[in-house]
């Protein structure tokens, strides 16, 4: 058996043969009528003439249709008299294998029919009890179909008069099985008001009633899915919604025929290698499929996940890696894979290119079905890094809900959300270069929170204080000045002239010390100009280049860009000024400058440098003139001069670095100002921070804006509790990312490699709202109080230099701050619960009902097993309606090893396989639809004969 199971069908379940009393041409024959209905594509119809069944004439019908594949059912029409205006029509319809003779002995025994022989009525003058031969007809194994809607004699002929009218009403509509309808628009009133008030929905046909075959015609043609058999028809009842339709055609024929590469025909497998009887495997497989729901199904290892897996690999679909059946450890291996080939057959007549079983997929082919392999679901429902692979899915998905004018030429969600956040990005990197300055700010400061910054501090105030207890010792002792005494007029002229040349020494000395001063501060205006002038420059290309990019746009938005945005930049004002201030550098540093040969030169004319060098001469001579207790009293005073400026160059001051009161200052501020101003860095790199949150909340919008589609379609669907957000999410590898910067090996709130992450992710990630300016700012001060204390359970809140438990501050600083761990995603949400905080289970589902009822492709839709991860109430509520709702959109090959599903899913074909373990693994299959017997029987096998399983769909297996 191979075939591809339910398909649909026209049928005609009313129709008459010149064995009705009034039909009009008596001289048709039975071979007329069977080859109008085949040019009319009749695939089955019922004999269905007034209260008589010609036992000749049908079991003629029925070999002249085998003959030309159609089915022709035994029926027979009977009035009832409901004592309304008209009496009500309703008709049995019996197996093509029934014992026709038995039947049809059976009514006209039992009911008022016997009187047209006994009596000498007419056929039109009889009326049957509707209860009673209703009754009867199911106990003769029959089906009942009766008029309705405004058909004449219809049901709802049956008037209120009589006893308990209205419940009797309800009684004989849920006893028959199916109404015939006098026109289409009759559906939409039985839908919204019949079947709601008697709790059971009755499939509705139209026929044809036809008296004359020469001129058959329909009011609207009559479809039915299924086997072309009776029993097709009777397990169709089961679905009335899906299995019975009226018009043109049903939308899946349309759809395929419209898209005909987007349907699996056949999938077919070959060896193509050597022949080995031991492993036989695929020899000259060719399973057809049909273009709705298609089940697989088997036992464990029948090769079930093979069947999906070739399917995938001939049409290019993903999650290669996830494949069970063609994986490089099982049947890839080498002498297995390579010696079969397969191609898949689409319904334009289109084949993939045949491919050996060891064929590795391209990623960059264009896939041709949609293949969820179930260790795909496992790591989805199971895996916390494959949620961010899941939204990048839903962002596929998403971009498929924009309207085209809306995606502005964009091919990809990526590139649109690109277009739309590519100013914010910019200021985002803007704030970020800012953040990067502050932490080097930051980092300089914290160094100083280091126990032997303060140590080294302490150590070298020690040593500069031994320095000058120690000079304090060499001071020289002091010398009488002889001028208390009499001196002779030449050594006060000398010393007069000493005095003055001191005074000028002095005078020059300061003047260097100044000029020096003016270089330096000049050269840090000139650094800082030069640095002015680059970014001014920088950003001014940027504008004009802003500018000209955007004319093209202002042109067509009809306005002048010009009066909006007006730049100039004139960089020579810049460099003029940085030019005079190295101009008035150079010069002055002639100044300090000592000049070559300037013992020869003028006095006047020498550089300051120089001037300085002629008196230190100068000085120098006539302290060698001096003789006795002068000169003893001029040495002290050198002595003493100089032994003032160690002291001087020891103590120092705020400013000179490595001096004394440089360092006790130094020492002052780590005590006084140094966490003030370190706080103070903090808080402004926070503040930058959240500024790059509002900034990525601006990109975050650009989402919103773009699920705008989706949600609409979500709130309109009957998908209870399913939602889609967009939030900021923070990224998987964010916790590892911090923990590779901290030295888990020292003393502090992460220590120790579990511990550590436990302390991070509970105290600090779990806690934080990402959307939440307020809790991402909590976050950041939180962190670093963390690094800065030991915050251990247990710990004495001891503070820890962050510098000795981190590895490099800057890419931890840059990475935190600067927030890119945080990005705007897509989530799924069940009842608010977003993806993290859903159960595998509740996962699984979720990820199901994505594909099932959100995705947009057409292309065919392979799910490997995908029960294996879903609770019952998920396959229940989830799994079964949505597969339902999808097979209306896309063909789906389901792949289980539950056939339930197949059942209660309403499975168009089922395919059962199997490897013959005792014939070399020889892979062999059987395929039909559920209707057919021997697929129940497969299904029944699979169940392992526990027929109670079915209960939910009893009537639609026909097991003894």
């Known amino acids: 058996m191979n075939s591809k199971g339910s398909e649909w069908n026209r049928w005609d379940l009313h129709f008459h043969t010149p064995s009705s009393y009034d039909y009009k041409d008596k001289k048709i024959s039975n071979v007329d009528i069977v080859n109008e209905m085949k040019r009319n594509s009749i695939a089955a119809f019922a004999v269905t003439d007034h209260h008589v069944i010609d036992i000749d004439r049908y079991k003629e019908l029925k070999t002249l249709g085998e003959k030309e594949g159609i089915t022709v059912l035994p029926g027979i029409e009977f009035l009832s008299d409901a004592r309304g205006k008209d009496p009500v029509h309703f008709i049995g319809v019996f197996p093509e294998d029934s014992n026709i003779e038995h039947i049809w002995g059976q009514i006209k025994h039992r009911t008022d029919i016997n009187k047209v022989d006994s009596e000498g009525l007419r056929e039109n003058q009889v009326y049957c009890d509707l209860k009673d031969t209703i009754g009867l007809v199911k106990e003769l194994g029959g089906i009942v179909t009766i008029h309705a809607g405004e058909k004449s004699g219809t049901v709802e002929n049956i008037t209120h008069s009589l006893p308990h009218g209205t419940a009797q009403k309800t009684e004989i509509a849920k006893s028959v099985d199916i109404y015939e309808l006098g026109k289409e628009s009759d559906q939409d009133g039985y839908r919204k008001f019949v079947f709601p008030n008697i709790g059971k929905t009755i499939p509705m046909i139209i026929c044809s009633d036809n008296h004359n075959i020469h001129k058959y015609q329909i009011k609207q043609k009559l479809w039915i899915k299924g086997e072309p058999s009776f029993k097709g028809l009777k397990y169709a009842l089961n679905e009335p919604e899906s299995r019975f339709y009226i018009g043109d055609e049903p939308e899946i024929l349309k759809r395929v025929r419209d898209n005909p590469t987007k349907y699996i025909k056949s999938i077919n497998i070959r060896r193509t290698g050597k022949e080995d009887t031991s492993s036989i495997w695929f020899e000259d497989v060719s399973i057809p499929m049909n273009s709705e729901l298609v089940t697989v199904i088997g036992h464990k290892g029948s090769g079930k996940s093979a069947l999906s897996d070739i ?27 390579d010696r079969f080939s397969a191609f898949v057959e689409f319904e334009s007549g289109k084949k993939s290119e045949e491919r050996l079983l060891t064929h590795i997929i391209d990623e960059s082919q264009e896939r041709l079905v949609r293949y969820l392999p179930q260790s795909y679901f496992e790591k989805v429902c199971n895996e916390i890094d494959k949620v961010d692979a899941f939204r990048a899915e839903i962002e596929k998905v998403v971009f498929q809900y924009v309207p085209t004018e809306k995606k502005m030429g964009q091919t990809t969600f990526e590139e649109l959300i690109d277009l739309k956040k590519r100013s914010a990005e910019k200021e985002i990197h803007h704030i970020h270069e800012e953040i990067l300055e502050l932490n080097d700010e930051i980092i300089k400061l914290e160094n100083q929170f280091d126990p032997n910054y303060r140590k080294n501090l302490l150590s070298k105030i020690k040593v500069k204080e031994d320095e000058l207890t120690a000079h304090e010792s060499l001071k020289p002792e002091t010398v009488e000045d002889p001028s208390k005494h009499e001196e002779s007029e030449d050594t006060k002229a000398k010393k007069k002239a000493l005095g003055e040349l001191e005074s000028s020494k002095l005078a020059l000395e300061k003047e260097i010390e100044f000029i020096t001063k003016e270089i330096s501060d000049r050269n840090y205006l000139i650094v800082e100009a030069e640095k002015l002038n680059r970014d001014l420059k920088n950003k001014y290309s940027e504008l004009v280049s802003v500018i000209s990019e955007g004319n093209d746009v202002a042109n067509k938005c009809g306005f002048d860009i010009s009066k909006a945005i007006h730049v100039e930049f004139d960089e020579s004002v810049i460099c003029s000024s940085i030019l005079s201030l190295k101009e008035r550098n150079e010069k002055d540093a002639k100044l300090i400058k000592v000049d070559e040969g300037w013992e020869k030169k003028e006095y006047e004319l020498l550089s300051s440098a120089s001037k300085l060098e002629s008196l230190k001469t100068q000085i120098k001579a006539i302290h060698s003139e001096f003789t006795g207790e002068q000169k003893a009293f001029q040495d002290y005073l050198s002595a003493l001069a100089e032994w003032e400026i160690r002291k001087s160059e020891i103590e120092g001051d705020s400013e000179t670095a490595d001096s004394l009161k440089y360092m006790q200052e130094k020492l002052a501020y780590l005590d006084k100002n140094l966490e003030s101003d370190i706080n103070g860095k903090r808080d402004l790199r926070i503040k930058k921070s959240i500024n790059i949150l509002s900034k990525k909340k601006e990109i975050q919008e650009f989402y919103e804006e773009i699920k705008e589609e989706i949600s609409n379609k979500l709130s309109q669907s009957d998908v209870s509790g399913l939602s889609i957000a967009s939030s900021f999410y923070c990224s998987n590898e964010f916790k590892n990312t911090i923990l590779r910067n901290i030295k888990q090996n020292r003393t502090g709130s992460f ?68 927030l890119s761990f945080i990005e705007p995603y897509y989530d799924l949400r069940q009842k608010g619960k977003s993806l993290e905080q859903l159960s595998p289970g509740e996962k699984g589902a979720l990820l199901l009902v994505f594909y099932l009822v959100l995705d947009k492709e057409d292309i065919p839709l392979i799910i490997d097993q995908p029960e294996d991860n879903l609770d019952n109430n998920s396959v229940a509520k989830v799994l079964v309606p949505y597969i339902k709702e999808a097979k209306k959109l896309r063909q789906i090959i389901m792949v289980t090893h539950n056939p339930n599903l197949a059942v209660v899913a309403d499975s168009e074909q089922v395919i059962k396989v199997g490897i013959d373990k005792e014939n070399g693994n020889e892979f062999y299959f059987i395929s039909g639809g559920i209707e057919h017997p021997k697929i129940n029987e497969q299904i029944v096998e699979v169940l392992e004969g526990t027929i109670p399983a079915f209960s939910l769909r009893k009537d639609k297996y026909q097991i003894a």
């Open 751 to 818: 220590y120790g490699s579990e511990d550590g992450s436990t302390l991070l992710q509970e105290d600090l990630i779990a806690s934080t709202n990402w959307n939440d300016e307020m809790s991402v700012e909590t976050f950041l001060r939180r962190f670093i109080e963390y690094l800065e204390f030991d915050k251990r359970a247990g710990s004495k809140n001891d503070k820890t230099f962050i510098g000795e438990i981190t590895k490099d501050r800057k890419e931890l600083y840059s990475y935190i701050f600067g």
């Open 311 to 337: 399917l995938a690999i001939c049409s290019d679909a993903e999650h290669s890696d996830d494949y069970i059946f063609l994986h490089k450890q099982k049947f890839k291996k080498k002498g297995l894979a």
